[in-house]
């Protein structure tokens, strides 16, 4: 509690009363929905999910509305939020084989199993403002909004068949998986708790690394195996019953990169994997992880760790938003104690410099 502002608690208490009605806005203009909020800003109520560790749209687009649009400060709620919940299992492993395709696409192979589906994206637009968005009308839809139910196998199985890219590592149902929202963050780390950490991780942070290993610090310039953005059933395991319960689609991206390739003088050369998952439309997000997926992974397939994208320790003790921010913006509290501290020590340096050299034509004089 900022204890040290003049007016104490009536000063808060004012603060919020002035942060609500900023909040709120213009009173002529009509307020908000939640339903708007995750209808029409989705990409943001996305992120917000992803990096707050909650599949919920409608807590999501509460926490962006309470946060004014800052979606570090709803990604802070939405984590303080989830904390307070029970916790009564794990659910199966999602099949993201078996999604409901919405948009996918490869940058690897042109006619794959399935096709390409362009989906919803930015990535053919010419990023112009459209005037006609300010006419609150309503677009036509398309003939395909629904998703696509056909096979599409993975373009990472198409090369493990033939052998050209390395495997996925082998499913232990015995194996202990870490949980980052449990346990203090420890190193060396697996990598389940590597990729935790990176779904979690902030977008804009991923992003420069992943950036980086690209321009060559981390030597890491892959291709887009696959992007895929769909839906996925969640299953939960009860134990009572015996059986697997659906809980219900939920949407997800996911993205597999195919990067450069490795050998041995026992080994052929293949190509190695970067993996990223993220909750709703989230690509980019997914990429960047990808990307450092990869990256990190140097130790493992014996390559030099030089470039900051694959020091584990570095990217995941600094890639957490809430974190950063928390020790970011805690300068902004009463440090009076500290600097009066500071002050006293640099003013009594100051004069002891100040002394030294009044007393030194003395000295020369004297010699």
Not at 17 to 28: D, K, P, Q, S, T
Not at 132 to 151: G, I, K, V
Not at 293 to 316: H, I, K, N
Not at 344 to 367: C, I, M, S, T, V
């Amino acid at each position: 509690m900022y204890v040290a502002v003049k007016g104490g608690e009536r000063a808060i208490d004012n603060a919020h009363r002035l942060l609500a009605h900023a909040r709120r806005g213009e009173r002529a203009v009509p307020e908000i929905s939640l339903e708007q909020i995750s209808e029409q800003l989705s990409l943001g109520v996305d992120r917000v999910m992803v990096e707050g560790s909650l599949y919920d749209r409608e807590l999501a687009a509460l926490a962006i509305k309470q946060a004014r649009g800052d979606l570090i400060e709803a990604i802070f709620l939405l984590r303080a939020f989830r904390a307070t919940l029970p916790r009564f299992g794990a659910t199966l492993p999602l099949d993201t084989g078996a999604m409901a395709v919405r948009r996918r696409i490869s940058s690897t192979f042109k006619d794959i199993p399935g096709g390409q589906i362009l989906g919803p994206t930015f990535d053919y637009t010419h990023r112009l403002l459209d005037p006609a968005l300010a006419e609150n009308s309503d677009p036509e839809l398309p003939a395909t909004a629904a998703p696509s139910d056909a096979p599409m196998p993975r373009v990472t199985d198409i090369l493990g068949r033939d052998g050209l890219i390395e495997g996925s590592p082998a499913a232990d149902d015995d194996a202990i998986v870490g949980d980052l929202t449990r346990d203090p963050l420890s190193f060396p780390a697996d990598r389940d708790l590597r990729l935790q950490n990176l779904a979690r991780g902030d977008e804009g942070f991923l992003l420069s690394l992943a950036y980086s290993s690209q321009r060559g610090y981390g030597r890491n310039h892959p291709f887009a195996g696959e992007i895929r953005f769909g839906e996925v059933e969640l299953e939960f395991f009860a134990e009572d019953a015996g059986f697997a319960v659906p809980l219900g689609p939920i949407a997800l991206t996911e993205t597999q990169m195919v990067n450069q390739f490795k050998g041995s003088a026992t080994e052929a050369p293949c190509f190695t994997r970067g993996y990223g998952l993220a909750f709703g439309q989230s690509e980019r997000k997914a990429m960047a992880m990808a990307l450092v997926d990869r990256a990190l992974r140097a130790r493992e397939l014996g390559e030099e760790a030089e470039a900051p994208a694959q020091d584990e320790e570095f990217v995941m003790s600094h890639s957490d938003n809430v974190q950063a921010t928390g020790f970011v913006e805690h300068l902004k509290l009463p440090h009076y104690v500290d600097f009066q501290s500071e002050l006293g020590l640099l003013r009594r340096l100051r004069q002891d410099f100040e002394d030294k050299a009044a007393d030194a034509p003395l000295k020369e004089a004297a010699e």
